[in-house]
């Protein structure tokens, strides 16, 4: 393994997180308020840690696979570890600091403040950039402003990137990473212009759109998006977390006018008409059992709906309240998640299509032994190490989501909270069910309690494996 080179890139990653850390610094100054040394402090000692880390000096500039799914999961501890320190310098607990950090960067949403609008503008700026920040994914950042990281940097992003299929959309990886951090500032940029122009202040509309655009789903209001209570807004935030979701190679095609060919993705087809029939059926209880109007139904589903399938979490209804089968419908959706290569979490739409065309091939092979049909995705061959990937992938999903439930019932809480706590943070959505609700938060766990439903973070932000990897000894050795 190639330690100095690994220990080089975590000190690039934290420059670039004491890089970021000091706009929310220059907000507490300018506010004077309580943050302004706690954002001082972390600033030094992010840089000073980069700086160490960074003249390394280096055995090679080659980074193997393994080295690359190693540096991906060390970046992320360490990116956490030291974004926790604001937190931690304004009177929160560490623990507390670490869970709300990477909650923050994962873009999960889930939250162990009550209430957001009391906290400093520089922290609430700092929440609201972590989630902007791991949305894309913070290698990435790397290799778009470091392109001269050196050879194999394509293993940071294919070990960052979620999905099963990972692709580049130009020769370079350096040029893949450009053009994708451009997507993400254009969406970004005209999210937050939108959302003013239809009235939300300007501080609220580029939060807002930093924790849109990433799927992260904080909200510097106690309320959430509801705390707005403009229909202009909710739409506006339902077709840009729809728009996040979707894998950003479609979204690469649009921006060059290939328009016809993006449409065709069939994971866009699949995910699109997942969103339609969940919205539908909601909608369907809502006017039926509960008696609301025909709109407002629509609009209330299509807006939950959206933001647990792109497990962004904000909330415009307490959807707890809603009845049994809608609040399964929400729970399936959140399983789900949005497309891969997406800022969004979940098993991903790519994957699902996949286990699902293999069931079928394994139903036609036992009624014609002897036929035999490739499986497909977007009219290419799926190789059976994919498929074989895709199954591991969902069966360490499965299991680390019960063990994660198992842990949390542990503090007494009743089998909704549990599972929906577990669901919420391997799928990255934010809120739960029950005592973890839209309306309510996780501070009322215990720190261990917290320690592992941020591990849970981590593991459905990375994907698994690269947290895994780390769990083996020959990783370890040179």
């Not at 939950?304 to 009845?323: E, H, S």
């Amino acid at each position: 393994m190639n330690r100095r080179l690994i220990a080089r890139v975590v000190g690039l990653i934290l420059g670039i997180e004491a890089f970021c850390m000091a706009p929310s610094f220059l907000i507490a100054l300018v506010t004077q308020g309580p943050d302004v040394r706690a954002f001082g402090a972390s600033v030094a000692l992010c840089a000073a840690a980069s700086l160490f880390l960074s003249h390394v000096r280096q055995d090679s500039r080659r980074l193997q696979t393994r080295d690359g799914f190693v540096a991906v999961a060390l970046c992320w501890i360490v990116l956490s570890l030291f974004g926790a320190l604001p937190y931690a310098l304004c009177g929160f607990s560490y623990i507390d600091g670490f869970f709300e950090t990477v909650s923050g960067f994962t873009t999960t949403g889930a939250t162990i403040v009550p209430a957001p609008s009391a906290l400093p503008r520089g922290l609430q700026f700092w929440r609201a950039l972590t989630q902007w920040m791991g949305g894309m994914g913070v290698l990435v950042m790397v290799l778009a402003l470091l392109p001269s990281l050196g050879e194999g940097s394509v293993n940071l992003m294919k070990a960052e990137s979620p999905g099963p299929i990972s692709s580049k959309l130009r020769p370079k990886t350096s040029e893949t990473a450009k053009s994708l951090y451009f997507i993400y500032i254009a969406l970004t940029l005209a999210e937050a212009v939108f959302l003013r122009v239809v009235g939300m202040p300007l501080f609220d509309s580029l939060t807002t759109a930093f924790t849109t655009i990433s799927t992260g789903g904080f909200s510097v209001r106690d309320a959430s998006i509801a705390y707005y209570g403009s229909e202009a807004i909710n739409w506006i935030i339902v077709f840009f977390m729809f728009l996040s979701a979707v894998n950003f190679g479609a979204l690469f095609q649009m921006q060059r006018g290939e328009w016809k060919d993006a449409l065709k993705s069939e994971e866009l087809r699949a995910y699109t008409g997942i969103t339609v029939a969940a919205v539908a059926l909601i909608a369907a209880e809502l006017v039926l059992r509960v008696g609301q109007g025909v709109y407002e139904s629509v609009s209330q589903a299509a807006f939950q709906v959206v933001t647990l399938m792109t497990t962004t979490g904000y909330a415009t209804v307490d959807f707890d309240l809603w009845p049994h089968f809608s609040k399964a419908v929400l729970l399936l959706v959140m399983l789900v998640g949005g497309c891969a290569g997406s800022t969004a979490g979940g098993v991903k739409v790519s994957r699902v299509v996949i286990l699902a065309k293999g069931l079928r091939r394994e139903l036609r092979r036992i009624l014609h032994s002897r036929e035999v049909r490739p499986l497909t995705l977007e009219g290419a061959r799926v190789g059976e190490d994919t498929v074989s990937s895709v199954s591991v992938f969902f069966f360490a999903y499965i299991l680390i989501l019960v063990l994660c439930a198992a842990a949390v019932s542990l503090e007494g809480v009743d089998l909704a909270t549990s599972l929906s706590a577990a669901l919420t943070t391997i799928s990255n959505v934010g809120p739960g069910f029950a005592l973890i609700g839209p309306t309510r938060n996780f501070a009322f766990f215990s720190g261990a309690t917290k320690a592992v439903l941020s591990v849970t973070m981590l593991f459905g932000r990375l994907e698994i494996m690269p947290l895994l990897v780390l769990m083996f000894p020959t990783v370890w050795k040179k």
